[in-house]
């Protein structure tokens, strides 16, 4: 079946240090979404990429979705304590089912 | 608006106990779904409702069964809990695009 993969799975960052996590799809996707969840709380949804090389930015975040859109990256600049908890990419072959990778936890140290 | 709501929050069962998960929202989404979150394995489908009167399979549908009852509610049964069913339970909906997820339910089963 189809697998997204997510690195790194874990990342601790100093506040105002960069961050990126890479999610790699096995197989082609129709869209991705990325979504952000704190400790103890739920996923929240983030933004959807839909276009082959699509790039979106949210202030300090920037999110990519590959050419051959089967990757994507998420990068957070200057990172705040904020930024703090797990980054899931899940990816949406066209069917309504999601598959979400594995995630990327971030810790944020002032 | 509530958003997405799911009651109980924490419950304990024994094995082979059943237990119905409930679920609602009231943004007047289509779509409804039900994931398990394990540590380090991510989000995991484990049924979805596309649109009220429709269910079906997600990735581990094993061991449970679901009830789309309206528009609204969307239902999650174990009908004899195992411990390998120990997990937090989210319920999502959505439109199109993202999903948006309600609190979670954290299961254990002894």
């Known amino acids: 079946g189809q697998q997204v993969m997510q690195i790194p799975q874990y990342q601790h960052v100093q506040e105002g240090e960069d961050f990126t996590t890479y999610c790699n799809s096995s197989t082609t996707l129709s869209n991705i979404q990325w979504y952000k969840q704190r400790p103890g709380g739920h996923p929240v949804f983030l933004i959807q990429?839909?276009?082959?090389?699509e790039v979106k930015k949210q202030k300090r975040l920037t999110f990519q979705f590959g050419e051959a859109k089967k990757n994507s990256s998420l990068h957070i600049t200057a990172t705040q304590t904020t930024d703090v908890g797990t980054y899931f990419c899940a990816g949406n072959t066209g069917f309504q089912k999601l598959v979400f990778g594995t995630g990327t936890r971030l810790l944020v140290s002032p | 608006n509530a958003g997405v709501t799911q009651t109980p929050k924490f419950q304990v069962l024994k094995t082979g106990q059943s237990m119905t998960l409930q679920c609602a929202q009231d943004?007047?989404?289509?779509?409804m779904y039900w994931y398990r979150q394990d540590p380090g394995m991510g989000l995991r489908l484990i049924y979805y409702?596309?649109?009220?009167?429709?269910?079906d399979k997600g990735e581990v549908p094993n061991g449970y069964n679901v009830s789309r009852l309206n528009k609204r509610e969307f239902s999650l049964r174990l009908e004899s809990a195992a411990p390998s069913q120990t997990s937090v339970y989210f319920c999502?909906?959505?439109?199109?695009?993202?999903?948006?997820f309600g609190p979670g339910t954290r299961l254990t089963v002894t």
């Open positions: 409702s596309a649109s009220e009167g429709t269910t």
């Open positions: 943004m007047n989404h289509n779509s």
């Open positions: 990429l839909v276009k082959s090389g």
């Open positions: 999502a909906s959505s439109l199109a695009g993202g999903q948006y």
